[in-house]
C-alpha cells in the first residue's frame, strides 16, 4: 500500500500542480452535462516500382470516440466517461492489416461531498475491454501458411471490472483523484484461451508457466481484491494547446501486492482550427499477468475533430 501511494505521488503531482494554477474551482451547477468527442486520424504514405530510396506503400487510421456524462445534485456527484478507440495499419504487401489500438473503457465515480471541502465520500466503477481479436505474427511463416496468425484475444477476452468505495479529491472535472483500499478485481476470459487437458502429462505445468492474464487453467475469471488509485488533469498549456494525463494504479492484496499494476496515458492536443487538429499520444502499462515488462504505445497524427 505505501509503495501504491508513493507511485501515485509520483505520477500525480506534476499533473495537479500544473493544473491546480491553471483551473478555478467550479462553481456548483445542478443537473445533466454532456459533452463528448469524434477524432479521426489518417496517415499514408505511396510509392512507385521506379521509386529507388525505398519504402512501402502503407496507410493508418485510427477513430477515437470520448464521451462525458456527468451529473450534481447539491452535494451529489457522479461523473460518468466513455472511450472508444480503434487503428489499424497496412502495408501494400501484407495480406492482413493490423491494429495499432483497440480500446473500450467506461468509467464512473459516484460522490458524496465532505462538508464543504473538495473531499467526497466515493464509489468508482471501471470497466475495459476491446472490440477486434488481437492477434500474434508468425514471421517465419508467409501470409498464405496455416498458423502465420494465432487469436490471442477478443472482445470480453480479457475485460476487467474494477469497483470499490473510497475517497475522492475533486477540484472540478479536469482535476481530480480518486483513492480506493478496498477494490474488488474481476478479470474475464474466453474459456478457449485457458483450455488445457489435464489428461495429457505435463500440459497443466506448461500453462501455469504462462496463464492467460493470470487466469487459471479451464477457468474463465480471476478475482482479486486489493487497493486502487485513478486520477485526471486537464489543462492547457497555452492557447490552442491542452495537455491530458490518465494514471491508474492497481495493488493486489492476495498475490505479489509488491507488482503495482500501471496504466499512464498522456495526451496532448494541439488545435490548428476547430476541425483540424494535431494529436500525440504516450501510453505506457505495466501489468505482470499480461506480460513481463512495460507495454509502451506512442502515436502522432493530424486529424479532423468534432466536438459535441
Known amino acids: 500500500m505505501?509503495?501504491?501511494?508513493?507511485?501515485?505521488?509520483?505520477?500525480?503531482?506534476?499533473?495537479?500542480?500544473?493544473?491546480?494554477?491553471?483551473?478555478?474551482?467550479?462553481?456548483?451547477?445542478?443537473?445533466?452535462?454532456?459533452?463528448?468527442?469524434?477524432?479521426?486520424?489518417?496517415?499514408?504514405?505511396?510509392?512507385?516500382?521506379?521509386?529507388?530510396?525505398?519504402?512501402?506503400?502503407?496507410?493508418?487510421?485510427?477513430?477515437?470516440?470520448?464521451?462525458?456524462?456527468?451529473?450534481?445534485?447539491?452535494?451529489?456527484?457522479?461523473?460518468?466517461?466513455?472511450?472508444?478507440?480503434?487503428?489499424?495499419?497496412?502495408?501494400?504487401?501484407?495480406?492482413?492489416?493490423?491494429?495499432?489500438?483497440?480500446?473500450?473503457?467506461?468509467?464512473?465515480?459516484?460522490?458524496?461531498?465532505?462538508?464543504?471541502?473538495?473531499?467526497?465520500?466515493?464509489?468508482?466503477?471501471?470497466?475495459?475491454?476491446?472490440?477486434?481479436?488481437?492477434?500474434?505474427?508468425?514471421?517465419?511463416?508467409?501470409?498464405?501458411?496455416?498458423?502465420?496468425?494465432?487469436?490471442?484475444?477478443?472482445?470480453?477476452?480479457?475485460?476487467?471490472?474494477?469497483?470499490?468505495?473510497?475517497?475522492?479529491?475533486k477540484k472540478n472535472d479536469n482535476l481530480y483523484v480518486n483513492i480506493s483500499p478496498a477494490t474488488a478485481k474481476f478479470i474475464l476470459v474466453d474459456k478457449e484461451f485457458t483450455a488445457v487437458d489435464e489428461t495429457v502429462p505435463g500440459a497443466l505445468d506448461a500453462y501455469n508457466k504462462n496463464k492467460y492474464f493470470g487466469v487459471d487453467a479451464n477457468k474463465t475469471s480471476r478475482f482479486e481484491f486489493g487497493a486502487s488509485v485513478s486520477a485526471y488533469a486537464k489543462f492547457n498549456i497555452m492557447a490552442n494547446i491542452s495537455a491530458e494525463n490518465i494514471l491508474n494504479l492497481y495493488s493486489n492484496y492476495l498475490e505479489d501486492p509488491q507488482n503495482v499494476d500501471i496504466d499512464y496515458t498522456f495526451n496532448l492536443v494541439m488545435n490548428v482550427n476547430k476541425y483540424i487538429t494535431t494529436n500525440v499520444t504516450f501510453q505506457a502499462i505495466y501489468d505482470d499477468n499480461a506480460v513481463q515488462g512495460f507495454q509502451i504505445r506512442e502515436a502522432l497524427g493530424v486529424g479532423l475533430t468534432y466536438g459535441f
Open 2 to 169: 505505501k509503495k501504491l501511494l508513493l507511485l501515485a505521488v509520483l505520477f500525480a503531482a506534476p499533473m495537479l500542480i500544473s493544473a491546480q494554477e491553471e483551473t478555478p474551482k467550479d462553481s456548483i451547477q445542478n443537473g445533466w452535462t454532456r459533452s463528448g468527442n469524434i477524432s479521426l486520424l489518417f496517415n499514408q504514405a505511396a510509392f512507385n516500382h521506379e521509386w529507388t530510396g525505398g519504402g512501402t506503400s502503407n496507410y493508418s487510421g485510427n477513430l477515437s470516440l470520448s464521451y462525458d456524462f456527468n451529473y450534481r445534485r447539491d452535494k451529489i456527484s457522479w461523473d460518468n466517461r466513455l472511450i472508444g478507440e480503434y487503428g489499424i495499419t497496412k502495408n501494400r504487401d501484407d495480406k492482413y492489416s493490423r491494429k495499432t489500438n483497440d480500446r473500450l473503457e467506461f468509467n464512473s465515480i459516484l460522490g458524496r461531498q465532505i462538508k464543504e471541502s473538495n473531499w467526497y465520500a466515493s464509489l468508482f466503477l471501471n470497466f475495459k475491454t476491446q472490440f477486434a481479436p488481437g492477434y500474434e505474427f508468425n514471421e517465419d511463416l508467409t501470409p498464405n501458411d496455416e498458423g502465420y496468425r494465432t487469436e490471442t484475444t477478443h472482445f470480453l477476452s480479457p475485460a476487467y471490472i474494477q469497483f470499490g468505495p473510497g475517497l475522492l479529491w
